[in-house]
Each structure stands twice: as C-alpha cells, then as structure tokens.
C-alpha cells in the first residue's frame, strides 16, 4: 500500500537554525498538510496545500515557517530560525482529490531544538 | 470554529473485554467527517474508522465500532475484544466536507489493555 515518506525520523538542531522537514506525499494526492504535535499534547493544524498554493494556515504557521513542493514528488517545511518550543513531532499527509477522502498521514519526524 | 473534546485522559481494559472511548464536538455545519486515529508509542498515525455525518448508519470496521449521535454532537468508539496491540493513544478528529479542509483533533485518550 502507498505510504507518505517522512525524512529524516530525528532532527537535532540548535536552537536560531533553519531547518527543513521532508515529506514525499503518496503520488496521486493532490492536498498536502503539514502538523505538529508538541509531547504530551494533542496535534494541531499547521498548513494545507493545494496547487502549489497555500490554502489554509493556522495561527502557529507565522512567518518563520514556509512550504514548498519543490520538484512535484516532495513537499517541505521550513523553519527558518527554530525556538526551543519548535520542539515537536511533525506529522506530513497527504489525501486525493474529493470530500470524502481521509488524509494519510507519514510516520513523522521527531525535531528537537537545542 | 470546530471543537472536539475527549473527556478521558486515560482508560483501561481487560485483555477480551469492550472499552468505549467518548468524543463530543462542536460545529454548524450540517454535514462533515468524524475520525478515530490511532497512535501507538511508535507515534505513526493510523487511521481506525470514519463516519460520515450524513449517514444514519454507524460505521464498523472488525472490531472496532461507533456510536453516533448527531443531534448530541457525540462520537464514541468501541473496542471489542481488546487486544493487547490495541494499547495506544486515541485521537478523535473532525473535518468539514471540504476538498483538502483540516483535521480537528481532540487532546486524545491513552488506552491501556491489560493482559
């Protein structure tokens, strides 16, 4: 069965760096959603994508954080400068064309601000 | 804006037995998408049932089931012959009907199966 990919499983960064999370969504999705989940807590709404546009951000998605889907098969999240509480796992997913189709979500990456 | 509110932190099952896990949203759309998610230690999330508001018919998938009761705005989940790879966190979640419209989660459930 096609899977959403995430990459890599674990980032250390310190803390006033950028970094970028991977996703390579499963190919015929075309709605591309990034969450996150601090430890402990329940996930929250970051973005939503859809033909290469930005459809829906929540108040956590400020300037620090941008996406992309560079090269048609990948779709990342940037933080530009990370904040201790930027610490959190970071779930990709990905759902078809159609109202009725539920989001499959990737295994994750754990990022950790130093 | 939507809301989906679990109420149980934590709860725990025999090995064999039912657990009914509870869910009460808020929204005013008439029509919309409820889910359970599962995530166990490995913290992938798994998709384990859907319904759609329309449908009368509560949706099954083996041994998981749903109550639903739109006019409360309530959605539980029933586990029947708990397994022990049943242990997990739970997460109930909303979503219009929206082409590519958000997921609404609630704070989860944790799920303890006792051998």
């Known amino acids: 069965e096609p899977e959403v990919t995430q990459t890599p499983s674990h980032q250390v960064t310190q803390m006033g760096q950028e970094v970028i999370l991977r996703c390579v969504p499963i190919s015929n999705h075309l709605y591309f959603y990034w969450y996150r989940q601090i430890l402990g807590q329940k996930v929250e709404f970051l973005v939503s994508f859809y033909n290469n546009e930005i459809s829906e951000k929540s108040e956590i998605f400020d300037d620090q954080f941008s996406v992309e889907r560079p090269d048609g098969s990948n779709f990342t999240l940037k933080i530009r400068s990370t904040k201790l509480e930027d610490s959190a796992m970071y779930f990709c997913a990905s759902s078809e064309s159609g109202s009725n189709q539920p989001q499959h979500f990737g295994d994750g990456t754990r990022l950790s601000i130093l | 804006a939507q809301t989906v509110t679990q109420s149980q932190p934590e709860m725990s099952v025999q090995e064999a037995e039912t657990v009914t896990l509870s869910c009460t949203y808020d929204?005013?759309?008439?029509?919309?998408?409820l889910f359970w998610y599962k995530q166990p230690p490995s913290r992938q999330m798994i998709l384990v049932i859907r319904?759609?508001?329309?449908?009368?018919q509560n949706a099954t998938e083996n041994r998981f089931s749903v109550n639903f009761q739109k006019a409360a705005k309530s959605f539980s989940l029933k586990i029947s012959d708990s397994q022990l790879g049943d242990a997990a966190m739970y997460f109930c979640?909303?979503?219009?009907?929206?082409?590519?419209?958000?997921?609404?989660f609630g704070t989860g459930t944790r799920l303890a199966v006792r051998p």
């Open positions: 929204t005013s759309e008439s029509d919309y998408y």
């Open positions: 319904q759609e508001a329309y449908k009368q």
């Open positions: 979640a909303y979503r219009r009907k929206s082409s590519g419209d958000k997921l609404t």
